[in-house]
């Protein structure tokens, strides 16, 4: 599951799974990871979103000890293919 939702305070939340998040990791400026009790990635909060480049976005997986379950790298890949295709 990808659910995707942006803010009007230019902020966009990705959520991988359903849950409650028991701790928050800001792994880059304006990049928060919220995790699970299993330490999984369950959603990514990116702030100031208009303000980040295509690297930053790209290597989003690649911030943290905290990596993505491989079907999610994949969605959150294709996502941002997609909607970037300079990523690709």
Same mark, same amino acid.
């Given at each position: 599951?990808?659910?995707?939702?942006?803010? =009007? @305070?230019?902020?966009?939340?990705?959520?991988?799974?359903?849950?409650?998040?028991? %701790? =928050? @990791?800001?792994?880059?400026?304006g990049i928060i990871f919220d995790l699970n009790t299993? %330490?999984?990635?369950?959603?990514i909060e990116i702030l100031d979103l208009n303000s980040k480049t295509a690297d930053e976005i790209k290597d989003i997986y690649k911030y943290t000890e905290y990596s993505l379950k491989p079907e999610d790298a994949l969605a959150l890949k294709t996502f941002f293919t997609s909607a970037i295709p300079c990523l690709a």
């Open positions: 599951m990808l659910k995707i939702t942006y803010s =009007s @305070i230019d902020a966009a939340y990705i959520q991988f799974s359903e849950g409650p998040a028991v %701790d =928050s @990791i800001e792994v880059s400026d299993e %330490d999984e990635v369950i959603g």
